[in-house]
């Protein structure tokens, strides 16, 4: 099978997360791969929402389960996977993130990173500004590729594409 690419960064908000998703959907059409929302197969997989399972029981067991679906999506490589924005808080996750092929951060301005969205970890301004302090640094550890994500949805995409081949083929 050919590789595939992941995708990760801030989810703060909810049109933040629409736009990773849509970024990521876009270009699995364009490369003819298949893609996968992380987010939507773990509300599947646990049948409740994501503010369900925080308030239930707690980050720490979403966290878990999290790691649960990223290993279980990247048993079968090729395809574009997009992930919330925890997902590389836990190290173990950095290894089943480049299962799957390379990792592109969608990187957006803390400026331009909304709160709420149902999001529950990104309740308040300094919620949002905290997480994006605290992550940044793993992002770019993680990432083979950094993509910015303040542009055109178009160029996103196109840019997305390059740095994919870019850092198979350096």
Not at 16 to 23: A, G, I, P
Not at 99 to 121: A, K, M, S, T, Y
């Amino acid at each position: 099978r050919p590789p595939g690419c992941t995708l990760c960064g801030s989810s703060a908000g909810s049109d933040v997360y629409k736009r990773q998703s849509k970024l990521g959907e876009a270009v699995a059409r364009q490369m003819k791969r298949d893609f996968v929302d992380l987010d939507e197969a773990l509300v599947q997989k646990a049948v409740r929402s994501i503010p369900d399972i925080f308030a239930q029981d707690g980050e720490e067991a979403f966290r878990r389960l999290e790691t649960e679906v990223l290993t279980g999506q990247t048993a079968l490589p090729g395809r574009v996977l997009s992930t919330g924005g925890g997902v590389v808080t836990r190290p173990e996750n950095d290894y089943w993130l480049h299962q799957n092929g390379p990792v592109l951060f969608i990187d957006r301005p803390l400026e331009q990173l909304d709160v709420g969205g149902g999001r529950p970890l990104s309740h308040s301004a300094e919620a949002v500004e905290g997480l994006y302090r605290q992550r940044l640094p793993l992002y770019k550890q993680a990432a083979d590729a950094t993509i910015d994500n303040r542009a055109d949805f178009m160029q996103a995409v196109r840019r997305m594409q390059e740095a994919f081949y870019e850092v198979l083929d350096p």
